[in-house]
């Protein structure tokens, strides 16, 4: 999940804030940001619309390529 952490630091936000909005653990966000968890599509879905990027960019910032 390489483009989860970049976008997040990107838009300045902490791990707790955004696992507090999608409902998750601070320790959940930590775990997909570090690749020890891989969540599931319901939850990358919710990371996709929270953030405003696709899936691709989540789980391999294929988009901050072509930036």
């Known amino acids: 999940m390489k483009g ?15 696992a507090l909005d999608l409902n998750i653990s601070r320790e959940a966000l930590s775990y997909y940001e570090n690749g020890r968890r891989e969540p599931s599509l319901d939850m990358l879905n919710k990371l996709s619309k929270y953030f405003n990027v696709s899936i691709d960019f989540l789980i391999n910032d294929e988009e901050l390529k072509k930036r």
């Open 4 to 18: 989860l952490k970049i976008i997040r630091k990107e838009k300045n936000l902490k791990q707790l804030k955004v």
